[in-house]
């Protein structure tokens, strides 16, 4: 397997609204991330995935953009950008922008073009339909509830929108307006920056006929089958990388709904020529129970294996993994897959030991390094996310009780991972010296950067340790993994090896002891303890059988 820079490389995501104020206005915004850089290289990361701060309406909180070249106001200027871009890069960190390009703002200048007629010479950027029979061209349900298309008065047809209705799609169909994205693309890569982490990549081909995906009935139907991995989305993406990213030395990772590893070879694929990683969506779905998303189920740890393991061994020699856990569109990982109480601590050095002991990149999302957790507003009046105030509505209207909806918005709703970024105990959590846009979360007085780095046994100095220990040991990026104990329904085990050395993994994933028996004798000469989450763990041996603590993390490597 070919060595990439980018494969050796953490990435840590930053939700700029999110991160820190700079002008006490209450957003956050780049001279707030500038302010912070030291914090970043102090952390041992090495490339940083801007979420976007382009000219925006904020329906979707950025993720609609209105001018592609342009900074939105209320994050700062082109030259704060320009100067954030070179305090990294001064710092020897890169950095990757978001790529929106499934989708724009009903507010940027194409689309205001293309709705005035349905001969205006920006009509075919989009996805005009007209209505059959009164109603939608289709019956297509938006990511957001409801309909997928919107009428438009001005000429009666309908267009097509897989997320808010302020959130048009993109025609891909159209040469022109591929052309365009290419030139966009290609004029931040000029201004220096190293690649581009690209929003529902996997959904800018449709199905041309745009069918029905249901019966017929008048509901709304989720239609992934005719948008997803598309019947032309290799022939784009080749020809991105061919006319753009292909002339650079830069990274790239496409989020991709639905994608199985089969299909993610095809992305990734080193002889294929289209992106570097995929964000695949298996894991995120393991708590989703038949009614989706809001439909929560508990997770359980042979379902977890079982998908990680899968997507470890498709891609390897193949193609390269993401590794995350948490992101802007996913609650807290110390909540859904640890214990954010007792165990707080424990469990989320114990899913960092995970995350950075698997072939792949590992992506760690801002406030992850101190063990930040979920929140619970008291009222849904106090959300913020487009996508859970429209599913709020649209439960409430069907009749379904407002405790089981809330329920359901503690666990996965994605304001869980837009509270501000806690930084001390002071008055919210000195994120800002303003109104938060959004409430801070109360367990800032506990859990906060300032209290965490004074602590040498904190969960941020165990993530420094991880990420260095990976740099310094190249079988932790390019080791290949075989499980261990895969019918064990407490622990996750698995092995690492490249050439003559082997790391053991053992992973107590629950919140009481457990013995482990290895079924195979794990004795290979010199062995001393990698890195582990409690201090006295035995430091020079692995033996056939170990008792766990509570979420007890071991890694060990093995040397002849």
Known sequence: MKKQWWKESVVYQIYPRSFMDGNGDGIGDIPGILSKLDYLQNLGVDVIWLSPVYESPNDDNGYDISDYRSILGEFGTIDDWKSLLEGLHDRGMKLIMDLVVNHSSDEHAW?????KSKDNPYRDYYIWREGKGGKEPNDWGSFFSGSAWQRDEATGEYFLHLFSKKQPDLNWENEALRQEIYDMM??????????????????????????????????????????????????????????????????????????????????VGEDRGELNMVFHFELMDVDSGPGGKWDVVPWKLSDLKR???????????????????????????????????????????????LLHTLQGTPYVYQGEELGMVNVKFDGVSEYKDIETLNMYEEYAAAGRDHSEIMNSIYVKGRDNARTPMQWNGSANAGFTTGTPWIRVNPSYMDINAER?????????????????????????????????????????????????????????????????VFDELIAYGNCELYIGNYEDAPRNELEQRIELRPYEARVYKLTK
């Open 186 to 267: 290609t004029w931040w890569l000029d201004l220096g920056i190293d690649g581009f982490r690209m929003d529902v990549i996997n959904l800018i081909s449709k199905v041309p006929e745009l069918p029905n995906a249901g019966n017929g009935d008048g509901k709304y139907v989720f239609g992934g089958e005719y948008f997803m991995n598309g019947p032309r989305i290799h022939e784009y993406l080749q020809e991105m990388n061919r006319k753009v990213l292909s002339k650079y030395d830069i990274m790239t990772v496409g989020e991709a709904i639905g994608v199985t590893p089969e299909e993610a070879s095809l992305y």
């Open 111 to 115: 689309f205001v073009e293309s709705r």
């Open 452 to 516: 965490t780095l004074a602590d040498e046994n904190s969960v941020f100095h165990y993530y420094r340790k991880l990420i260095r220990l990976r740099k310094e040991n190249e079988i932790a990026v390019y080791g290949d993994y075989r499980p261990l104990l895969e019918n064990d329904n407490r622990v996750f085990a698995y092995v690492r090896s490249l050439g003559d050395d082997r790391l053991v993994v053992v992973l107590n994933f629950f919140g009481a002891p457990a013995e482990v």
């Open 307 to 353: 998908i990680i393991g899968k997507w470890q061994r498709s891609l390897h020699g193949k193609g390269w993994n993401s590794l995350y856990l948490n992101n802007h569109d996913q609650p807290r990982m110390v909540s859904r897959f640890g214990d954010d109480g007792r165990y707080r601590i424990e469990s989320a050095k114990m899913l960092a030991t």
